[in-house]
């Protein structure tokens, strides 16, 4: 199955609209106990995460996932910091890109993949204001043009 692909559980709109992604990557996840259970619920936000490089691993800062439950004293804490697993060559390649000025890694998407949970991260560099408003523009034009189809075509 290719990278992004499997069932969805949770995606970072607000990413796609303040950065331009330059690369994708597919992660692990390094879970404790009842974590999987609630991401299987759809119970995660990954608004305000991002991914940080630290001693030659990555952690993913600031993703929610709510306490399951029936998972009592066996819950852990909602926004603790995650380990993300990727392969030594990865990690190099965006330990060089993110000491540019204005490269950060955030969080895409989070799914399930063959039992897994999985995590699409990217390479993204800082929007302005005035490429947000054209990309906003881009987007509008877009929609009139295929409203505009849809018309022609019931005639």
Do not use: C, W
Request: aromatic share 8%; glycine share 8%; charged share 35%.
């Amino acid at each position: 199955m290719p990278k992004g692909m499997g069932k969805m559980v949770a995606q970072n709109k607000k990413a796609y609209h303040d950065y331009s992604i330059e690369e994708t990557y597919e992660a692990g996840i390094v879970l404790q106990g009842t974590e999987i259970k609630s991401i299987r619920a759809g119970k995660v936000n990954l608004k305000d995460s991002y991914a940080r490089i630290e001693k030659g691993e990555v952690f993913l800062i600031g993703m929610h996932v709510s306490p399951y439950e029936q998972g009592n004293r066996y819950n852990h804490d909602p926004l603790r910091t995650r380990k993300l697993l990727l392969h030594n060559k990865e990690i190099s390649k965006l330990i060089g890109e993110t000491k540019e000025i204005g490269y950060s890694i955030v969080p895409l998407k989070l799914y399930l993949k063959n039992g897994y949970a999985k995590v699409l991260i990217g390479l993204a560099r800082g929007k302005k204001k005035y490429d947000k408003r054209e990309d906003l523009k881009k987007k509008e034009a877009k929609r009139e043009v295929e409203r505009a189809f849809r018309e022609r075509q019931k005639m």
